[in-house]
């Protein structure tokens, strides 16, 4: 089975990167092996839909030029393909005085980030937008939406079957053999021949990319965030998307509100670490993922930093009414009985030797393979703009240029 690329991971940035392959070269031989039965299932299937506007991102960085560039092809393309999505808004809502500077810093990178219509709001604007809310300032961003992406993932994938790519599913990847001219890539099932592996796995990129390189000194650590949908009689309470001005000591966004397309509002998520990198219910553990992680040098130093916060989010996974508290914050009418257990998500946080948590996207090459390290969130928005910039590099180490312009 000779193949000109090998992409590695059937979650939306592998699909989107297959295909921008395949639309600017589409003679190109392309497999994309994926060891679920089903595409898109996991950090694409389990996340809350939301389509990001860029606003926190560091301004010049992988994450802010992609989400920007991508949310624009996101939406070109659901137009084209009749992928239904909203561009609803949210607010991002201080809650003392002491979040007013936080707020004011996150507004001033929106700017620089090129967002328009940003509005700081108080008092009485703020309870028109949302009239339970509890705040005392917010910023409105109307660029942010809301979005199916495992249907976005679904479309690239008969996409890239239309252009004549090749998708394997149930193909566990368990060795990459490097030859002189060649890399072989060996599954659960079958050997596959190529140029060039492109890896996009996600949850196991490291573990994929370790197999392409000895020089990777990163660890994929698992943080599962945890939901719970508002029970119907009680969803009056959120209009759209309300989300906490975020702890800039912490790398994730806090709990907050949003509101889904297919109907129903969500509450969450928290972030705990995960017993195993699929671990979506407390229960899944797997104790050499666990050891692997307890054993990583880097996350000791990352538990040593942010014990107290980790204590916190802990205690919140186990206890219902710390989890109610933490929201009532933003919507001091919701209660402990409004909440019902939804689906948890597990996300995929790159963790350097030294302690870093890496906060941007990471693409790294080596010889043979181009391994997507870390694409956390906006890499569903950015999806399209991630998919680009690999096919860009793909392309190139394959001595090709872009002869096609995209489908949307």
Request: neutral net charge; proline residues 4%; aromatic residues 8%.
């Amino acid at each position: 089975m000779k193949y000109d690329i090998v992409v590695i991971g059937g979650g939306i940035v592998g699909l989107a990167t297959a295909l921008k392959i395949k639309e600017q070269q589409p003679s190109l031989k392309l497999a994309l092996l994926d060891k679920e039965k089903k595409l898109a299932t996991h950090q694409t299937g389990h996340n809350s839909g939301v389509i990001h506007s860029g606003i926190y991102y560091k301004p010049g960085s992988l994450k802010a030029k992609n989400c920007i560039r991508g949310y624009k092809m996101l939406l070109d393309f659901c137009q084209v393909h009749d992928i239904a999505y909203e561009l609803c808004g949210k607010i991002i809502v201080a809650t003392s005085k002491e979040e007013i500077v936080q707020l004011e810093k996150i507004q001033e990178r929106g700017l620089q980030n090129g967002l328009s219509d940003l509005q700081r709001i108080s008092g009485d604007a703020l309870l028109e937008y949302e009239p339970h809310v509890n705040g005392i300032e917010a910023i409105v961003v109307p660029q942010t939406g809301i979005i199916d992406y495992k249907a976005v993932a679904n479309k690239y994938a008969q996409l890239i079957e239309s252009l004549g790519g090749e998708i394997f599913r149930e193909q566990k990847v368990t060795d990459i053999i490097s030859n002189e001219n060649e890399v072989d890539v060996i599954t659960n099932q079958q050997s596959f021949s190529t140029n060039l592996v492109v890896n996009c796995a996600g949850l196991y990129s490291d573990k994929i990319a370790k197999l392409t390189t000895e020089q990777l000194d990163l660890k994929i650590i698992p943080f599962r965030g945890e939901y719970y949908e508002i029970k119907p009689e009680r969803q009056h309470l959120v209009k759209n998307l309300i989300y906490p001005v975020p702890d800039p000591n912490f790398p994730f966004l806090g709990v907050h509100f949003t509101r889904m397309i297919q109907g129903g509002v969500e509450a969450g998520p928290n972030a705990v670490l995960a017993f195993q990198r699929e671990g979506y219910k407390k229960s899944d553990i797997n104790l050499k993922e666990l050891a692997e992680t307890l054993s990583w040098p880097g996350f000791q130093k990352v538990a040593m930093k942010y014990w107290q916060t980790g204590l916190g989010e802990m205690y919140r996974s186990f206890s219902k009414a710390a989890f109610t508290k933490a929201l009532q914050k933003l919507i001091p009418e919701i209660k402990e009985e409004d909440l019902i257990k939804a689906e948890a998500g597990v996300r995929a946080q790159a963790c350097t030797r030294d302690g870093g948590l890496v906060d941007d996207f990471l693409i790294l090459e080596e010889k043979g393979a181009i391994n997507v390290c870390n694409a956390p969130s906006p890499a569903a928005t950015s999806s399209l703009s991630i998919g680009q910039t690999v096919s860009e590099l793909a392309l190139k180490r394959l001595g090709l240029k872009a002869t096609h312009k995209d489908m949307g």
